[in-house]
């Protein structure tokens, strides 16, 4: 069992994982047109893609903290429910299709955290 300590790492911890996946993706809308070094100059003068990085420093720390009172199996095993949040905040955000396959992934994910998180 984790602290609530632990508990509230992990959350912030899934928080800007999506905030900095979302961000990510904002910086990339409208920017098709664009191609090669004006690609970059484009997404890098919006605000987007800087809120992303900031989202993935501040991830990055309470990673490490967040590891540091886990075990590292227990810690591999609930980072991965990012993969289902990120997919349904896209879905709700940005419209995004999840397919079948995604969905049984997502719903697989989710089992596995669960059980991880009640052993």
């Known amino acids: 069992m984790i602290s609530q300590f632990s508990l509230a790492l992990w959350l912030l911890n899934i928080l800007l994982d999506t905030c ?6 904002a910086a990339t809308h409208n920017s098709t047109r664009f191609s090669g070094l004006a690609y970059w100059r484009h997404m890098l003068r919006h605000g987007w ?4 990085a ?6 990055f720390v ?6 540091s009172l886990v075990p590292l199996s227990v810690a591999m095993m609930l980072g ?22 995604r969905v049984i992934g997502i719903v697989l994910i989710a089992l ?8």
Do not use: D, P
Request: with cysteine.
């Open 62 to 67: 309470l990673w490490l903290a967040f590891l």
């Open 80 to 101: 991965s429910i990012n993969v289902v949040v990120v997919m349904a905040a896209a879905r709700v955000w940005l419209k995004e299709r999840l397919s079948r396959w």
């Open 49 to 52: 893609i800087w809120l992303g």
């Open 112 to 119: 596995g955290v669960t059980a991880v998180g009640m052993g």
């Open 54 to 59: 900031a989202c993935y420093v501040l991830e």
């Open 20 to 25: 900095g996946q979302l961000a990510f993706k």
